[in-house]
């Protein structure tokens, strides 16, 4: 079946600095969409991608989708205590359906 | 508006034993799916239940798991009987379109 990696599975950053994870899949994905899980949480949606090189902001958090819809990234400038947790790609199948999860990138922030 | 809901929050059984999780979704959502997460991996996918029907149940383990959802409305996982490996965070979501809202999830170990 489909896989969707999902790189790296663990960042540490001091706060104050950038955070990026990463998405790729060896396939062309119809979507992308992203979640993000607090420790001891559930997982929430952030956002759906679908379009060929989409870009879409909130806040400090920046999602891209790639030309080819194959590769996804999550990036949070300035990262704050509040935003620790699992960040986990996910594509949904035949709308609606559904998700496969990539592995999730683990985020811990220093103080 | 009430979120997904799941019962118990924990549960501790023995090897052997049965366990059944209950998922209340968000009122008027057809869709209703299962999830586990094992030790901190991917979350990955159970089934998917399309109002009573099962729409999608390639993501269940084997016979020893079985979902029902009688009325459309709240569903339950039935684990009987459990091993070792059964134990994880399962988590439910409903939708009504493509945005799917978890619950909390039931946290199960398996001695």
């Known amino acids: 079946g489909q896989q969707v990696m999902q790189i790296p599975q663990y960042q540490h950053v001091q706060e104050g600095e950038d955070f990026t994870t990463y998405c790729n899949s060896s396939?062309?994905?119809?979507?992308i969409q992203w979640y993000k899980q607090r420790p001891g949480g559930h997982p929430v949606f952030l956002i759906q991608l679908v379009k060929s090189g989409e870009v879409k902001k909130q806040k400090r958090l920046t999602f891209q989708f790639g030309e080819a819809k194959k590769n996804s990234s999550l990036h949070i400038t300035a990262t704050q205590t509040t935003d620790v947790g699992t960040y986990f790609c996910?594509?949904?199948?035949?709308?609606?359906?559904?998700?496969?999860f990539g592995q999730g990138t683990e985020l811990s922030v220093k103080p | 508006e009430a979120g997904v809901t799941q019962f118990p929050s924990h549960s501790v059984i023995e090897k052997g034993q049965t366990v059944t999780l209950r998922c209340d979704p968000i009122s008027g959502h057809d869709n209703l799916y299962w999830y586990r997460r094992v030790m901190g991996k991917e979350i990955k996918f159970l089934l998917h239940?399309?109002?009573?029907?099962?729409?999608?149940e390639s993501g269940m383990p084997n016979n020893r798991f079985l979902a029902e959802r009688t009325g459309g409305t709240y569903s339950t996982l039935k684990v009987q009987p459990a091993e070792l490996e059964d134990s994880g965070v399962y988590f439910c979501?409903?939708?009504?379109?493509?945005?799917?809202?978890f619950g909390p999830g039931t946290r199960l170990l398996v001695l």
């Open positions: 996910a594509v949904c199948y035949n709308q609606g359906g559904k998700l496969i």
């Open positions: 396939t062309t994905l119809s979507n």
């Open positions: 239940f399309v109002k009573e029907s099962k729409q999608d």
């Open positions: 979501a409903s939708s009504q379109y493509e945005t799917q809202y």
